[in-house]
């Protein structure tokens, strides 16, 4: 089969695309192209989250960067993404694994590449691991490995603790006596995953829900999206609370409910703590936006006189500019957010703190945060919609967009377009669609911003007629 790397990493189906044979394959690769970039001397860490057969994969793994000469430290239980990311960048490591299908179906599970910076692997990166991959599988490369008690013995593999160090950072980059000494009531739902017990050991007090292991993730993917958070969003409607964060499985992203128990999206996320990284942190720097992302970034950009940039759906994308110019935060729709004076990855735990800091040096809640920065930039409505898409149907609808002619979409003339990732249609009052294949899974998403939640399902109901789903 081809080995291909998706927005971040290689997924596929348990048993199905992603086996050991398969991984195996990937494991001696990823070893071929540390050797050959002078980064195997370095070392290599290894973490993994809660799915399953997460542990095993990852130990297998270890086994093949062993018997490569590769030194490992391999995580000793489940851990977040970002406290992976946090040890390769603190340890000096080549590289980092993280073995988790983030929060795609619990079918699946991945394989993401971290650089020696700690931040997803760029494009150039994954194209070159992916060629070394079809090499080695051309010319029937030998799996080189060892097993794992006796990498173990040898002190080739060491077990370490992922989540002590990167603790030590969340306190330093962050406010914690102001959050704790706020007395926020505030409930986490880390979904199942490899976030939980995190946040609650930082902020005494904070409940923690779902926080089991679950490798079904409670009957839904672990993608913390308005339709899979009633729960937390009932618990703050009580009143027992005044803010929900979500987690996904491998913590990365992050998503919220409001005082209200209304679902907080990643787009009013990225545009409170924007402002607040701005006024009250004083921190500058460039800001990045996917093509998927609210326009409240780029008239907050604008407000600041900060530069924005536009990249492609994927963090790895924004990760690339946060390397090449000074960037003060770049997020993206799917709760992916990164921030100045981290590594350049993704962190949902840091940006739930980021949002309960906001709050205890405000005195306010996130909504009205929120509605303080929309009275001055305007107030917008968004959604989105995942549809199931066969193969077939999905290229002749990537054909059919791919030669234009799309001039009116529900009435409204479409003044420009912008097909960077996916196919996205912008209207004379600045309002958009977007029409995107997904890259990693058999979905049609369809996204939608507009000055009133009418206009947005009117969009978002011709999009599904321009797809035929």
């Not at 179906?105 to 590449?113: M, Q, S, T």
Request: proline residues 4%.
């Amino acid at each position: 089969m081809q080995i291909q790397f998706g927005t971040d990493g290689w997924r596929g189906v348990i048993a199905d695309t992603f086996t050991f044979d398969n991984l195996s394959l990937v494991a001696q690769a990823t070893m071929d192209y540390l050797h050959r970039e002078g980064l195997a001397q370095k070392g290599l860490v290894i973490g993994y989250d809660r799915r399953f057969l997460s542990r095993e994969f990852a130990e297998r793994v270890a086994e093949i960067a062993a018997g490569n000469d590769i030194r490992v430290e391999l995580s000793d239980g489940h851990a977040p993404t970002p406290a992976v990311s946090w040890a390769v960048f603190e340890r000096g490591a080549g590289a980092g694994v993280m073995i988790t299908a983030s929060h795609n179906p619990p079918r699946y599970n991945g394989f993401k590449i971290k650089e020696a910076f700690g931040g997803s692997a760029r494009p150039s990166t994954t194209k070159a691991l992916e060629a070394v991959v079809a090499e080695n599988m051309a010319s029937g490369r030998r799996v080189e490995s060892i097993p794992l008690a006796d990498a173990l013995a040898s002190g080739m593999v060491r077990r370490f603790d992922a989540s002590a160090p990167y603790l030590a950072q969340l306190e330093r980059y962050v406010d914690i006596e102001a959050i704790r000494g706020s007395g926020i009531a505030a409930v986490v739902d880390p979904m199942f995953g490899a976030g939980c017990g995190i946040l609650p050991k930082l902020v005494p007090g904070l409940v923690e829900i779902n926080g089991t292991e679950n490798p079904s993730f409670g009957g839904h993917p672990p993608e913390p999206i308005a339709e899979h958070l009633e729960e937390l969003g009932a618990l703050v409607a009580s009143g027992k609370f005044k803010v929900g964060l979500a987690l996904d499985g491998d913590a990365d992203r992050i998503g919220a409910v409001d005082e209200s128990g209304e679902f907080f999206s990643s787009h009013k996320i990225f545009t409170v703590l924007l402002r607040h990284l701005y006024e009250r942190k004083g921190v500058r720097g460039g800001v990045v936006k996917t093509v998927s992302t609210t326009r409240m970034i780029d008239l907050l950009a604008e407000k600041y006189g900060l530069p924005l940039y536009e990249t492609p759906i994927g963090f790895k994308h924004i990760c690339e500019l946060m390397l090449e110019h000074d960037i003060l935060m770049g997020g993206e729709e799917s709760g992916g957010l990164g921030v100045k004076g981290h590594i350049p990855e993704r962190d949902g735990i840091l940006m739930g703190l980021l949002l309960l800091e906001a709050m205890a040096t405000s005195g306010k809640g996130l909504r009205q945060l929120l509605e303080e920065t929309m009275d001055e930039i305007g107030h917008f409505y968004y959604s989105r919609i995942d549809l199931g898409i066969e193969q077939s149907a999905k290229e002749r609808l990537v054909r059919e967009l791919s030669a234009g002619g799309i001039d009116t979409i529900a009435g409204l003339k479409v003044v420009e377009t912008n097909f960077r990732d996916g196919f996205k249609f912008i209207f004379a009052d600045r309002s958009w669609l977007l029409i995107r294949p997904s890259g990693t899974e058999p979905v049609l998403r369809l996204y939608s911003e507009a000055g009133n939640i009418e206009q947005v399902n009117s969009l978002l109901s011709a999009a599904r007629g321009i797809a035929g789903v």
